[in-house]
């Protein structure tokens, strides 16, 4: 289980921040939306998905008021990036998170924005010339391997992706050696008190995510973070 005041600093969040911080107009916003495409992913296996309709999707993922309970900044500032970086964001879908990891990487630095949806690929492409992101590189994976060179990434960032990948122990130990020394995975998903994010049965408890990353050789934690809805687990070389 998560650690008792985390998980109660998260029940007073859930109580809270839907009448004070503001969250009630994004929880309405969400509870009018015919359908939100992070639950319609899940009536579907990997590999089994629709996420070809990249409008639709960036609707969603790149919404204003995501921002509100995503908090980038601070994901990133967690993640403890610094110039000249090689940053990967998995699963990156329509891009939400690179313009920050391409800021904080700087023009030295690098980041990769991997995903297996093709659609996704193209619009990201086209996000990072709109926006001029030149240290992005957009690129196409498979369901089952970031193909990531040996020791060349330092930070991994997978957000509300992890729970979609198949095999996880064994794709974590793809992610070990991609890592270069000092390097790290960060986790960032859904708890299950959040009134968004995948059906609570499908959501995993930090303690399953820090397992499976341990189970391909990543010693891992969960650690603090001020984010109303999710949890981060860190995964680093050991
Ligand atoms: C809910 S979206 C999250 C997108 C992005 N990380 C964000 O936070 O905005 C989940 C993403 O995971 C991708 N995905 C699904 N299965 C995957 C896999 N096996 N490996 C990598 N990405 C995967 C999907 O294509 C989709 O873009």
């Known amino acids: 289980m998560i650690p008792s005041p985390n998980a109660r600093r998260r029940l007073t969040a859930a ?10 107009a994004v929880l309405l916003t969400l509870a009018a ?16 998905h629709d996420f070809s309709d990249a409008e639709r999707w960036s609707a969603h993922l790149d919404h204003a008021e995501r921002s509100e309970w995503q908090r980038p900044e601070s994901v ?17 879908g329509t891009g939400y998170f690179l313009p920050y ?23 990201m492409e086209e996000r990072c010339e709109r926006e001029g992101l030149v240290n992005v590189e957009p690129r196409r994976i498979p369901f089952d391997d970031p193909q990531l060179d040996a020791g060349s990434v330092d930070r991994i960032l997978i957000v509300n992706t992890w729970h979609h990948i198949a095999a996880r ?13 000092d390097g790290r995975v960060y986790v960032v998903d859904f708890v299950r008190e959040s009134p968004i994010g995948p059906p609570p049965e499908e959501r995993l408890e930090p303690h399953q995510v820090i397992r499976e990353l341990e189970a391909g050789g990543l010693r891992s934690e969960q650690i603090e973070e001020d984010l109303p809805w999710q949890y981060v687990v860190v995964g680093r070389r050991p």
Not at 15 to 24: K, M, S
Not at 107 to 115: I, K, P, Q, S, W
Request: hydrophobic share 55%; proline share 8%; glycine share 8%.
């Open 76 to 92: 990133v500032a967690l993640m403890e990036v610094a110039a000249g970086m090689t940053a990967v964001d998995l699963g990156a």
């Open 33 to 48: 939306a015919p359908r939100d495409p992070q639950e319609a992913r899940h009536e579907h296996r990997v590999g089994d």
């Open 169 to 181: 122990a064994a794709y974590s130990a793809k992610l070990l050696a991609a890592l270069a020394p």
């Open 101 to 123: 990891l391409a800021a904080a990487v700087g023009r030295d630095g690098r980041v990769l924005a991997l995903e297996p949806e093709p659609n996704l690929v193209d619009f």
């Open 15 to 24: 109580v809270v921040y839907p009448l004070i911080a503001g969250c009630a």
